[in-house]
């Protein structure tokens, strides 16, 4: 009995020894950690331009301040019941946004949530940072996501 007990002791710390081992799939003692831009799941938010009918986005360098009046009526209209300009609310704050995200992606988020929270990793884990509230599609036009994004160069 005595010998049962010490054998399985002896077993658990070899698998407590074999756990604590640095070799992961990520780490290998010959070539170090994989810089997260290696990792497939990883994507550039700022290149990444998303999943939707936006492949380039014009902005000058200053805000067309006609065209953000429009988007923050229909951000107010829109968008506020679960974005708040500059706080976490049940959605992302969209404040500075565009030092997050690239613009395409933005529009394409507004233009077509349902297939970038499926297949988007950075929206994918959006939802997953906010509890798995999808955003609902509010049927904007690309003019009104535009005039949005604009609003948003203004906050």
Not at 9 to 26: K, M
Not at 39 to 66: F, R, Y
Not at 105 to 117: G, K, S, T, Y
């Amino acid at each position: 009995m005595k010998n049962s007990v010490l054998k399985l002791l002896a077993l658990l710390l070899l698998f407590a020894w074999a756990g604590c081992s640095s070799d992961t799939p990520e780490t290998t003692a010959t070539d170090g950690p994989k810089p997260k831009s290696m990792l497939a799941e990883e994507a550039d938010p700022l290149t990444n331009k998303g999943i939707g009918p936006v492949t380039s986005v014009e902005m000058s360098a200053a805000v067309d301040q006609a065209m953000a009046d429009k988007g923050k009526v229909v951000y107010e209209k829109m968008c506020m019941a679960c974005h708040k300009p500059t706080e976490k609310f049940i959605g992302p704050a969209p404040k500075g946004i565009l030092d997050r995200r690239s613009p395409e992606w933005v529009m394409n988020m507004i233009l077509n949530p349902e297939q970038m929270v499926k297949e988007d990793p950075i929206a994918k884990k959006l939802l997953m940072e906010f509890n798995g509230s999808p955003m609902a599609n509010q049927n904007l036009t690309q003019d009104e996501a535009r005039q949005v994004l604009e609003y948003f160069r203004t906050l």
